[in-house]
């Protein structure tokens, strides 16, 4: 249900922007199926839907808060303040502009007026779109609060009472069950938290406003489809500030792509019904890629004086050739498929555990793609399965570098001819790559993790 906006997939380290308990929405919203209401934008720096920030004093009022009256973090030209007032101004001309193409998607004139009647914009979406984050959070942190013993216990709880409909799932698309729980209870905290905005007037604002026009039409438009079909009702359709809806939040499109009829009601129903909610989401799985009967990847021990260049996403290998390179599980068992291709991540480098991942984390991945997310979702159903936490620990000791040092470390890097792109604090591959070639330069393990002394030693101190 993912396809993300463009530079959040492939990033790692520690560095994770969302400073507190956020959602993960911006990375599937802007490109993909908008995830969760419990975390933000793993490093995409989104503020969640359902932990909204303090009202903004002055602009219009939106929603259940006002927005800022500011101009966008981003610089965009559609994000100042004046574009936004004015593409405001013109929401109501927007939406009946859309008509021919609902009616090209067979949506009645009747009830595009119906659903489309009473519409405003929230403009505090704009804020959350543009939204950059000042602190970040660990990836072990992020670990911690998504994996933990309550949790736990309520996936457990839902694996035994919808038994029979993850036993009928399993059988038809082959897709672990224990994942499909882990996303569940991610996404939304066992349809706890899935946000309460309408998704007609999230993504109607964000189809006439902002930077992500073209995108989100596409997503206004396939709401009213799935309305006009009578798969879901208006107040079914309520989630997170980019559309995502449900205990596994689909945007619309994903909705339109993977959503299933599994109890034969005639209805498609992600939102209400647990038969249909649990088939939609393997559906999804599967399509995207999933291999029955595998897993997502194995912890592992890198060996002191590893070459870190080597852990990277396009760096895939088979395991027997990552064994002759020293890397062994962490449990200290076999390998089960020597021949299995996966790729190296090491999230916290040097210092943290290694892990290497399969083809079914690369399909996790689809559905959000970040890789702290990806590894909280494997190990959540790992655990579920009744495994064990990891087993190496994490550099706990380091401290998270704020948003001024991030854009520090990103200057001092292009000042010494390793970075070519544009600082802006946000940590991606080009950061990543810039960061290792430095590390080489000075004798240190080249792993890209952009840690305290690593900025200490770019001042030079």
């Given at each position: ?11 790692t380290?520690a560095t994770?922007?969302?400073a507190?308990?956020l ?5 599937r ?9 419990l975390?933000g ?13 303090a ?10 808060q ?12 559609l ?29 009645t004139?009747?009830n ?7 519409l ?13 984050p000042?602190f970040?959070k660990?990836i ?17 709880e ?9 036993d009928?799932?399993?059988k038809?698309?082959g ?18 938290q ?51 809806f ?13 959503a ?5 009601d ?17 559906n ?5 890629g999933?291999?029955?009967?595998a ?13 870190y ?6 760096k895939?290998?088979?395991?027997a ?19 299995d ?11 943290g ?5 399969l ?12 890789e702290?997310?990806a ?5 959540f ?8 936490p990891f ?6 000791q ?14 001092l890097?292009a000042?010494r001819?390793?970075y070519?792109?544009t600082?802006?604090?946000q940590?991606g ?9 430095f ?5 240190a ?16 101190r």
């Open positions: 249900m993912t396809r993300s906006m463009a530079g959040l997939a492939g990033l380290g994770l922007v969302a507190a308990l959602c993960p929405l911006q990375a919203a802007q490109g993909s199926n908008g995830l969760s209401n975390f934008g793993i490093f995409s720096g989104q503020t969640p839907s359902s932990t909204q920030p009202p903004a004093q002055g602009g219009a009022q939106a929603g259940s006002s927005w800022s009256g500011e101009d966008g973090a981003s610089g965009h030209p994000m100042t303040a004046a574009a936004i007032r004015e593409a405001a101004a013109n929401f109501d001309n927007c939406v009946a502009s859309m008509w021919p193409d609902a009616a090209r998607r067979n949506i004139q009747e595009f007026q119906r659903f489309t009647a009473g405003t914009p929230d403009l505090r979406i704009m804020d959350l779109l543009d939204s950059q000042e970040t660990s072990w942190d992020y670990l911690d609060i998504l994996v933990n013993d309550n949790r736990l216990a309520k996936g457990k839902i694996l035994a009472k919808y038994k029979a409909q993850f009928a799932t399993e038809a698309y897709v672990d069950r224990y994942i499909i729980a882990a996303i569940w209870g991610i996404e939304s905290n066992y349809s706890t899935m946000g309460d905005r309408s998704v007609l007037q999230s993504t109607a604002t964000l189809a006439c406003i902002g930077r992500r026009q073209a995108y989100f039409r596409d997503e206004f438009l396939s709401a009213l489809e799935i309305l006009n079909r009578g798969d879901l009702n208006p107040d079914q359709m309520r989630g997170s500030w980019a559309g995502a449900g205990p596994t939040q689909f945007m619309p499109t994903a909705f339109k792509r993977f299933v009829d599994a109890d034969g005639g209805r498609r129903d992600v939102v209400d019904n647990p038969a249909d909610l649990i088939a939609s989401t393997a999804n799985l599967k399509k995207d999933w291999q029955s009967g897993s997502w990847g194995y912890e592992v021990v890198v060996p002191q004086g590893f070459n260049m080597l852990a990277d996403r396009a895939a290998m088979t395991i050739q990552w064994e002759k390179l020293g890397i062994k599980r962490a449990t200290s068992q076999p390998f089960p498929q020597p021949a291709k996966a790729y190296l991540l090491t999230p916290a480098g040097a210092q555990p290694g892990f290497l991942m083809q079914n984390f690369r399909v996790i991945m689809k559905y959000n793609p970040a702290a997310y590894l909280a979702i494997g190990h159903a790992d655990r579920l399965r009744g495994g064990q087993v190496q620990p994490w550099p706990r380091e401290r998270e570098l704020s948003r001024a040092e991030r854009l520090e470390l990103q200057q890097l000042q001819g390793f070519k792109g600082p802006d604090g940590f591959g080009q950061t990543r790559d810039a960061l290792r070639n590390q080489a330069s000075i004798g393990p080249a792993d890209g993790f952009a840690s305290s002394d690593m900025l200490e030693r770019l001042r030079g």
